[in-house]
């Protein structure tokens, strides 16, 4: 869409941070951490976790993390959140990613990809669609340049703009809610499966 803010670009730009931290710091943030450390898995890939708890605990990490960027989206620090949340998401992953080829060569993406499916089929749509949501609520509530009123007035004609926000962020909460579900009840399995072949 037109002049959409670059959260793409953002994220790869973390990314990369987060390899290049890792890597040239990974005497400090791996060796001396214990991150992804071998017998850390190995208790892991032993351990049955109760998944009732586990999604309780999951949901609140996550839906604080939506609703501090949702209700930051309404204030004149929306942008600046969207953006820090954008670099933030690829560092993250960029860091976990450089962690685990650091320590265990190419079987480290492997070991990425079992921590984060199947929830991050669901996580990542979501977690873009809040980043976009979060923008044009912040350009509608204080419309800069040509984002302005006017602009989602006539998007949004079909129903009230305020009906519209309220409408996608629900849409939005469902996909991170059944992310959650995801990562209490289908991931673990999916881990310790993984964890038993290293």
């Given at each position: 869409m037109r002049g959409r803010f670059p959260f793409g670009y953002i994220f790869l730009v973390g990314l990369l941070a987060g390899i290049l931290v890792m890597n040239f710091g990974k005497n400090i943030l791996l060796d001396g951490t214990?991150?992804?450390?071998?017998?850390?898995?190995?208790?892991m890939s032993s351990t049955v976790s109760d998944s009732s708890v586990l999604f309780v605990f999951v949901l609140r990490e996550r839906m604080i993390e939506f609703a501090v960027?949702?209700?930051?989206?309404?204030?004149?620090?929306?942008?600046?959140?969207?953006?820090?949340?954008?670099?933030?998401?690829?560092?993250?992953?960029?860091?976990?990613?450089?962690?685990?080829?650091?320590?265990?060569?190419l079987r480290g993406i492997l070991l990425a990809l079992a921590g984060t499916l199947p929830q991050y089929l669901l996580y990542g749509p979501a977690l873009y669609g809040l980043l976009l949501w979060c923008e044009k609520t912040f350009r509608m509530i204080y419309g800069k340049g040509h984002y302005g009123k006017g602009y989602y007035q006539e998007s949004d004609s079909k129903i009230p703009a305020f009906s519209g926000r309220v409408l996608s962020l629900l849409i939005l909460f469902a996909l991170m809610l059944a992310g959650c579900a995801l990562e209490s009840f289908?991931?673990?399995?999916?881990l310790r499966g993984f964890l038993r072949t290293l």
């Open positions: 214990g991150l992804l450390e071998e017998e850390t898995l190995r208790q960027l949702a209700l930051a989206a309404t204030t004149y620090l929306g942008l600046a959140a969207c953006v820090g949340a954008a670099g933030w998401y690829g560092f993250s992953v960029g860091a976990f990613l450089a962690a685990g080829v650091l320590r265990y060569g289908v991931n673990p399995a999916i």
